[in-house]
């Protein structure tokens, strides 16, 4: 298939959780349905590619290979804490996303990139890897974990971005949870993807300052873009 690296990039700001899953669904809908008509056809139509950047009110997800006890509090808890919940269907166990947090949606039909799924995410955790880099942070990956993890190597192991992704027909959704400004309390109302004996952190923490996460936007977009090769539109 020709290559269309090309890339849509929108940010859609706060959004409720649910209307943000149906807009990806639609997405992806869309761009299975035109890789469908061309293989029928013959012709070949060029597929979209997509990158959203996102935040969420408080909701937890639980990937449908996760384990519902994770979630360590009843409805009440989570009207108290004025937080949703869903059962959805990416991979991995369950997490949390909330304000000061950036959340990224590549709805990517890979056959334009690499069909590698594995590569994705390393790819991905790279993004996240050099743009922690850019303010200082050392951080890397957690052998048998996905997502970027700091001291990986020893027992202050902690978490700074969560990933789970859904692949159908090569086309890419759900994507990394990136912990900016969160609100790390949230976190003791799980067990972070199904992990109960490691941190979460976010870069406020590390750094000891609130940042500019429309900044750290701007550079995390880049590390995307370059390191996929994307032009971004």
Excluded at 5 to 20: N, R
Excluded at 34 to 45: A, C, D, I, P
Excluded at 132 to 145: D, K, N
Aim: net charge negative.
């Amino acid at each position: 298939m020709e290559q269309n690296k090309k890339v849509f990039f929108q940010d859609w700001g706060v959004i409720d959780y649910k209307e943000a899953w149906d807009k990806q669904e639609e997405v992806l809908s869309s761009i299975v349905n035109q890789k469908t008509e061309n293989r029928v056809s013959g012709v070949h139509t060029p597929t979209h590619n997509y990158l959203f950047f996102v935040e969420h009110p408080h909701v937890y997800t639980l990937g449908k290979s996760g384990k519902p006890e994770n979630l360590l509090m009843d409805e009440h808890g989570l009207e108290d804490k004025q937080a949703t919940y869903y059962k959805i269907n990416r991979g991995g166990d369950i997490t949390y996303h909330g304000p000061g947090q950036i959340v990224g949606y590549p709805i990517l039909d890979l056959e334009n990139f690499f069909t590698d799924i594995h590569l994705y995410l390393r790819t991905l955790e790279e993004a996240i890897i050099q743009t922690l880099a850019h303010y200082g942070i050392e951080s890397g990956r957690y052998e048998g974990y996905t997502g970027v993890w700091l001291d990986a190597d020893n027992d202050k192991a902690r978490k700074i971005c969560a990933m789970g992704v859904r692949c159908s027909r090569w086309v890419t959704m759900h994507g990394f949870a990136f912990n900016v400004n969160a609100d790390l309390a949230y976190f003791k109302n799980i067990v972070p993807c199904g992990i109960d004996d490691k941190d979460v952190t976010s870069m406020e923490r590390e750094l000891g300052r609130k940042m500019d996460i429309e900044e750290v936007k701007v550079v995390l977009k880049s590390k995307i873009a370059g390191l996929f090769g994307m032009t971004l539109l």
